[in-house]
């Protein structure tokens, strides 16, 4: 047994949930009408309802319990001060110094990283308001229209996230574009509807040795230059943000275009950093700078309230509580505002790139189970797709749900059956739907006898669901920015008690190497046979097939 499954916190906590397994939330609710005042709390304009748990008092407890033995308060305070917590790439974890608005340097290796950090931001400010203010102009002198930002994974999924999340914000003269897979389809029909004129692109790559990005920046500047013929104009429309000027030069980017961030900054974690640019071309300095904010104060929270009061702590462990006790393996967000679409598929890597780990910081194999498959896509269309298998298959699935009280753009009776479908969904999910009251309603509709015995099992709703509810007054930057570092600070959390190095990716390399082999084969005239009879099968099926 490891040193975690045999601690006394995680014994407490598994001879505790065989008291609370044959427990029901309903129950629950019903002997305890203070349980909503008890289970919930607000932060950066975020209102978290955790009462619809499978919890009790004692359980959170025991949970912030296992917090406290992990050693969660150090390994917090290491972060916030810049030690190399990222163990395995000798890197410290700072993407909280990006939105750091209190005057505390922040040291590195000996150095305070906040100058650099402020001088980058300044000039994505400087740059952006001149796009904006149609300053920075095209090759021709016209006002840039649109915005094609080309990156994939961190450096695309947190800019097209919050640009969709916040587009009321945006400017009304951009159109931002978002190209990131390979496939040649998306720059393809992106580069159609564009004017090379008006069009700046941002090349994103935190490495730039990115084989999809660089693919598809070459493919976007040969556009660019079969148009307008004169390589000088390149550096109007071509911008970089990564760590690698070296690599950035050698792509013909001149290193005055280019924005920098640095190692300390996590791919899935660098919205906060240059990978911003586009956000903050969009949204303008002051919005941006309200996103920062909302993460700062969150920031804050994490690192300064008690436990028993702490959002992503609580949301963490609750996260624990059904991964490592309950046996779900998977996790669900569902929000009801259709502009946060992309904030489950942002949250996938966030999550699943950050503690979907094996493998211990002693380099032991873990014996509990780590970080869920995170999923999700708009509540409201989940209703009518995978909610059935929520509500009665065989799995425990968590959800957060996540919608705003206000939105302002929308006419009614929209938002009101939107909220109505959100408030009756936690409810269901939480007291189900007993044979009684099967058995009421199908007499009630004149189904009665064998007929009703029939149909009754079918019915039911065990109910004892878990969900979270994320209430935000408005979708704004500041709550937004909010929300995504709650999940940043929930992911290290967890990724603290299970003693895993939540930022490193190693995981993503071995599928690269191979595709790097491979892309010469598929190149290479003849039958393909160094690799196991299904893979050989299967490209040399393609190579048979394919006209080229
Ligand atoms: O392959 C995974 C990954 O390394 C992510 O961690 C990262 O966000 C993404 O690729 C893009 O990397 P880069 O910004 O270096 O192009």
Not at 388 to 416: C, K
Request: hydrophobic residues 40%.
């Amino acid at each position: 047994m490891s040193k975690l499954t045999s601690s006394p916190a995680w014994l407490a906590l598994a001879e505790h949930s065989k008291e609370v397994a044959p427990l029901h939330m309903r129950d629950l609710f019903h002997n305890d009408p203070q349980r909503f005042e008890k289970f919930s709390l607000e932060s950066g304009g975020l209102f978290f309802d955790y009462s619809k748990n499978r919890i009790t008092e004692k359980t959170m407890e025991l949970l912030l319990n296992l917090a406290r033995e992990s050693g969660l308060q150090k390994r917090i305070e290491r972060m916030f001060s810049g030690e190399k917590i990222n163990v395995t790439e000798d890197r410290a974890v700072l993407h909280i110094a990006l939105r750091n608005l209190d005057k505390n340097p922040i040291m590195v290796d000996g150095e305070d990283v906040m100058p650099k950090v402020n001088a980058v931001k300044e000039k994505m400010f400087k740059f952006s308001d001149e796009i904006r203010s149609g300053e920075r102009v095209g090759y021709t002198g016209k006002a840039f229209t649109d915005i094609v930002n080309i990156g994939i994974g961190g450096s695309d999924l947190g800019p097209v996230m919050v640009c969709n999340a916040l587009k009321d914000f945006g400017h009304q003269r951009l159109t931002m574009h978002f190209v990131s897979t390979v496939d040649g389809d998306q720059v393809m029909s992106t580069l159609k509807k564009l004017n090379p004129e008006t069009t700046l692109f941002i090349i994103a790559s935190k490495t730039f040795t990115t084989q999809e990005t660089i693919t598809n920046a070459r493919t976007a500047r040969k556009w660019f230059l079969d148009r307008v013929g004169n390589e000088a104009h390149i550096a109007k429309h071509f911008v970089a943000v990564s760590t690698n000027a070296k690599s950035v030069a050698e792509f013909g980017i001149d290193t005055d275009n280019m924005f920098e961030f640095w190692d300390w900054v996590g791919g899935r974690y660098s919205l906060w950093s240059a990978i911003g640019l586009p956000i903050a071309i969009y949204l303008g300095k002051h919005d941006y700078q309200d996103l920062l904010h909302g993460a700062y104060t969150m920031d804050e929270h994490f690192k300064n309230k008690p436990f028993e009061q702490n959002l992503p702590v609580i949301m963490g462990m609750l996260g624990v509580w059904y991964i490592n006790f309950f046996g779900a393996a998977t996790h669900l967000i569902s929000p009801y505002n259709q502009s946060l679409h992309r904030f489950p598929a942002y949250l996938q890597q966030l999550d699943m790139e950050s503690n979907g780990k094996t493998v211990d910081l002693n380099g032991q194999r873990v014996d509990y189970s780590t970080g869920p498959v995170v999923w999700g896509d708009a509540g409201i269309n989940g209703q009518h797709a995978y909610y059935q298998m929520l509500h009665q298959g065989s799995q425990m699935v968590p959800i957060d749900f996540i919608a705003s009280v206000e939105h302002p753009e929308i006419p009614e009776p929209h938002s009101t059956i939107l909220m109505a479908n959100f408030f009756a969904q936690t409810e269901a999910f939480m007291r189900g739907k007993n044979e009684t009251e099967v058995r009421a309603e199908l007499t009630k509709a004149g189904i009665t006898g064998e007929a009703q015995d029939a149909l009754t099992p079918h019915k039911i709703f065990e109910g004892n669901r878990p969900t979270n509810s994320i209430l935000i007054q408005r979708l704004t930057p500041r709550r937004l920015g909010a929300l995504i570092a709650l999940y940043e600070h929930k992911i290290m959390v967890q990724g603290t008690v299970w003693n895993i190095n939540s930022y490193d990716q190693w995981g993503v390399e071995l599928g690269k190497q191979l595709a790097k082999a491979i892309e010469g084969e598929l190149t290479t005239p003849g039958l393909t046979s160094t690799h196991d009879a299904s893979t050989n099968g299967l490209i040399n099926y393609y190579k048979r097939n394919n006209p080229r």
